[in-house]
């Protein structure tokens, strides 16, 4: 019986053997006969199953080392025909540059070069880098594990409240931070600084309000709500508005923005430089304060 029962089992891994084959055989056979049938087709499949997943898994290995070496092959490749450092018939060497320096100012309106050229002549990658920050802070909410009735007050071992020295400095300190990282943002066009460094400043004024005073306070000032609503509005702001610079702003086609440069070195100039510092600033502002809550708490509510 076993011997005929390893035939089939060899005839149907090589597909020789049929179910309904072996249904008519077992239609004969009674109940302890059966089981004797069972087991050893059971873990015979369970070997396959092994195997095919031993297989899956060799194949996956090297296909993803073949990808890997196109890709470098390809990467390097790409390198060989760049232009080397600082080659005079380089185009980015001689001209753009250039162009940024000599007509940067007269057509962003901004002083800080710097300024017009990454919120101007490349404002759309500034918007990737921003988009950056908002999908990192939304990854982090993904993997996180949210739960409403996990809702409970962490007692931490450190008070700041309770050191008279940090918490003093603290309620003077906190002001002065907070008022350096707007002037940061409103004169990011006139002197060197802007979105991304007045951002990080913010952030750090609302991180300290939170170490020293309390989550719960913090969340009071700046909560999940305002720091969704913020974000958002601030990103959907900056593509609405380098979507419409890009197609009526530019000098190629003729026809210019409603916004214009201004007067250089005030500071209501430079176009839509400034409000773009501004939504990028409050994009990096609520990145970090949100990374500091979920991380300290689980949570930023």
């Not at 089992?9 to 090589?14: G, Q």
């Not at 996180?144 to 918490?167: A, M, N, S, T």
């Not at 609302?206 to 913020?230: C, D, H, N, P, Q």
Request: overall charge negative.
């Amino acid at each position: 019986m076993k011997t005929d029962l390893f035939a089939h089992l060899k005839e149907w891994e090589e597909g020789n053997w049929t179910p309904d084959q072996g249904q008519a055989e077992a239609s004969s056979l009674g109940p302890r006969e059966e089981k004797e049938i069972k087991e050893p087709k059971k873990k015979i499949i369970r070997s396959l199953e092994k195997k095919e997943l031993h297989i899956s898994a060799v194949q996956y290995r090297v296909i993803s080392v073949i990808v890997c070496l196109i890709l470098s092959l390809v990467l390097i490749g790409t390198v060989n025909f760049l232009p080397g450092f600082a080659d005079e018939d380089t185009p980015t060497t001689n001209e753009v540059y250039e162009h940024y320096i000599e007509e940067g100012r007269d057509q962003t309106g901004a002083v800080n070069t710097v300024a017009g050229m990454i919120l101007d002549y490349r404002a759309f990658d500034t918007l990737g880098e921003s988009f950056v920050l908002f999908t990192a802070t939304v990854a982090v909410l993904l993997l996180l594990e949210y739960k409403k009735e996990g809702k409970k007050k962490r007692e931490d071992g450190l008070d700041y409240r309770l050191d008279p020295i940090v918490y003093a400095l603290a309620k003077f300190l906190i002001p002065i931070i907070l008022v350096v990282g707007i002037y940061i943002l409103f004169n990011g066009h006139l002197s060197p600084g802007g979105g991304f460094s007045g951002g990080a400043v913010l952030g750090g004024g609302f991180i300290l309000y939170a170490m020293v005073f309390g989550e719960e306070k913090a969340v009071r000032v700046l909560s999940e709500k305002t720091v969704k609503i913020v974000s958002i509005a601030s990103l959907s702001f900056y593509c609405l508005a380098k979507s419409y610079s890009f197609f009526t702003g530019n000098e190629f086609n003729g026809v210019h923005s409603v916004i214009g440069p201004g007067n250089p070195g005030d500071l209501l100039s430079g176009g839509l430089i400034l409000p773009l510092n501004l939504a990028v600033g409050f994009v990096v502002c609520c990145t970090m304060y949100s990374f500091y809550m979920l991380f300290k708490r689980g949570r930023l509510d």
